[in-house]
């Protein structure tokens, strides 16, 4: 490689950092907290259930959604109902309208063997919403979204740019090396390039999924565009149903088709994520990774018949596995501790390479960057 294609590199990679250095540290910092969002969780708002229940008690769900509706205003509808992964609870979410964000939704848990409401404070406020919201979009809604995605290319960019500059240097000193007699800046430097080349694999993998996670809008258009286009194309000449089928009618449906079904969640019709003319009852797999991978079961909301049973497509599926990739949910605490750790490491990575801009000096004293004496090829050459 000459060192015009390696200064042209470093020159990719130098300012792809810098442009999304400042954003990806308050990602890292407030992901952190985040790996463990269910551990506080249950630490600071698990409800009291009550534990002398008959085997396989299962609520009505139209009393569930009566009780739930009744607080709300009269004219606000039912947008989902969901099912806890662990524990019996059900999740009601009522909003005023079926485009309203998470932000202006009422969301009321009760107990899914009994039907008894339970006083646990609404997912969607709260300390670790805040963060979570903020982790996710900046707190901007659908543009923040995208803008993190962008900041998520850049961060791709930043990595692969890396490993270019990085790699020639390899071949003059041992992987890992710090240089510890030399002054403080090459010190960080080197701790800089050691840490960013020995986390590259988990730095990319939740910077993948990340920038998956913030296209979560755009997957869902073209899935709704795709597949509920095909279960829609039969009912365009009809007015969306007002009366509607039980959930309860709806969900045996389901389960008469597929007995062992694990409900994940039921979606009302006109839902974002059903048609105007369906419920669409989502079921789970049983392990930790593949219960995110929902397969579909769409039901006629007047008649109750069972209408299909899908797999969600190649592209829905990427976006299911990539939230627990991204927050290494799927392995136990043991797997979130690790997570956690790599998290450090990248604030470590990110914090260093801005003090190593801070501390430029002047493109006078940059050595040639094949020369193990001189500064390693990562260093920001000005």
Not at 27 to 32: D, E, K, N, Y
Not at 275 to 283: N, Q
Request: hydrophobic residues 50%.
């Amino acid at each position: 490689m000459t060192q015009r294609t390696i200064r042209n590199w470093n020159f990719i990679h130098k300012w792809t950092s810098l442009i999304c250095t400042v954003f990806l540290l308050l990602l890292c910092v407030t992901g952190l907290p985040l790996i463990f969002h269910h551990e506080i969780d249950e630490l600071t708002r698990a409800p009291e259930l009550t534990q002398e229940v008959p085997t396989g008690a299962r609520a009505n769900l139209k009393d569930i959604v009566t009780q739930a509706k009744a607080e709300a205003p009269e004219e606000w509808v039912i947008m989902f109902i969901a099912w806890d992964d662990e524990k019996p609870i059900i999740q009601v979410i009522v909003a005023p309208n079926m485009q309203a964000t998470e932000s202006e939704v009422i969301i009321v848990a009760f107990d899914s063997r009994t039907g008894k409401r339970l006083e646990v404070p609404p997912s969607n406020e709260g300390v670790m919403y805040f963060l979570l919201d903020l982790h996710a979009s900046l707190l901007m809604g659908l543009p923040g979204m995208f803008f993190l995605g962008f900041m998520g290319v850049l961060f791709m960019v930043s990595l692969v740019s890396g490993v270019v500059v990085y790699a020639p240097f390899m071949r003059k000193i041992a992987f890992g090396t710090v240089r510890k007699t030399r002054s403080t800046r090459i010190k960080w430097l080197d701790t800089h390039n050691m840490v960013g080349i020995v986390t590259l694999g988990w730095l990319t993998v939740v910077g993948f999924t990340g920038f998956i996670i913030t296209m979560s809008t755009p997957i869902q258009m073209i899935w709704r565009a795709d597949q509920m286009a095909e279960l829609t194309a039969d009912y365009h000449d009809l007015t969306p149903p007002t009366q509607l089928a039980t959930p309860d009618a709806a969900l045996a449906s389901v389960l008469a088709e597929v007995p062992d079904a694990k409900i994940a969640f039921i979606s009302w019709p006109g839902s974002p994520l059903s048609t105007p003319y369906h419920y669409l009852v989502a079921m789970s797999g049983d392990t930790p990774l593949t219960e995110r991978l929902i397969q579909m079961a769409v039901v006629d909301a007047t008649t109750a018949e069972l209408t299909d049973v899908r797999d969600t497509p190649w592209y829905v599926k990427g976006l299911f596995l990539s939230v627990p990739l991204h927050f290494g949910d799927y392995g136990g605490l043991l797997l979130k501790i690790i997570w956690a750790l790599l998290d450090i490491a990248a604030i470590i990575v990110l914090g260093s390479g801005v003090y190593l801009w801070l501390g430029r000096r002047s493109p006078s004293r940059i050595k040639t960057l094949n020369d193990p004496t001189a500064p390693l090829a990562l260093e920001p050459a000005e």
